[in-house]
T-cell receptor
Framework: DTAVSQTPKYLVTQMGNDKSIKCEQN?????MYWYKQDSKKFLKIMFS???????INETVPNRFSPKSPDKAHLNLHINSLELGDSAVYFC?????????FGPGTRLTVT | DQQVKQNSPSLSVQEGRISILNCDYT??????FLWYKKYPAEGPTFLIS???IKDKNEDGRFTVFLNKSAKHLSLHIVPSQPGDSAVYFC???????????WGAGTKLIIKP
């Protein structure tokens, strides 16, 4: 059984559209994260939620909005997509420092 | 300002030999260090970690060494196997918030 799952795995969309990426973890962890892996392959933290509450919100455009309906889910909504949003987005969860990652969602904005 | 640095973008090692991946950090508040392995089209997977109270942690073929005075850690893989070919990320955290700060990764290629 997959510990951290993301859907979809691939997402191709046009500029200006609104899209969502879903994430679910079945590890019982309290903390979930969204990362962006950019073209230089750096992993950059975007958001972190602990028990459905936002605890880290790095400098990302407010077109990106995380939503956590419960502590097992953390979805990422992106409005008015731009070319520069093309990247791989990873969801992760943790109880302490060790984070467990989903398979990633490759977003391509055309 | 990169707080965690992996200065080698890639490393090529013969199968059966030792692979040594290096990582340097600048923040003396870091007290927990982790190595992750990443295959293409997959998420990073946790490999091994070390607390700042130790200088060595071993798990099978993988050993992590920590030199706090030099703010340096290394991951040793011996013997290297073809399945070890992947990108390896070093990450660090402080107990105060558990947020991971990541290096840029080193691509390890194991040659047959």
């Amino acid at each position: 059984d997959t510990a951290v799952s993301q859907t979809p795995k691939y997402l191709v969309t046009q500029m200006g559209n609104d899209k969502s990426i879903k994430c679910e973890q079945n590890l019982g962890h309290d903390t979930m994260y969204w990362y962006k892996q950019d073209s230089k392959k750096f992993l950059k933290i975007m958001f972190s939620y602990n028990n459905k509450e936002l605890i880290i919100n790095e400098t990302v455009p407010n077109r990106f909005s995380p939503k956590s309906p419960d502590k097992a889910h953390l979805n990422l909504h992106i409005n008015s997509l731009e070319l520069g949003d093309s990247a791989v987005y990873f969801c992760a969860s943790s109880q302490l420092s060790e984070q467990y990652f989903g398979p990633g969602t490759r977003l391509t904005v055309t | 300002d990169q707080q965690v640095k992996q200065n080698s973008p890639s490393l090529s090692v013969q199968e059966g030999r030792i692979s040594i991946l290096n990582c340097d950090y600048t923040n003396s508040m870091f007290d927990y260090f982790l190595w992750y392995k990443k295959y293409p089209a997959e998420g990073p997977t946790f490999l091994i970690s070390i607390s700042s109270i130790k200088d060595k942690n071993e798990d099978g073929r993988f050993t992590v060494f920590l030199n706090k005075s030099a703010k340096h850690l290394s991951l040793h893989i011996v013997p290297s196997q073809p399945g070890d070919s992947a990108v390896y990320f070093c990450a660090a955290s402080a107990k105060s918030n558990y947020q991971l700060i990541w290096g840029a990764g080193t691509k390890l290629i194991i040659k047959p």
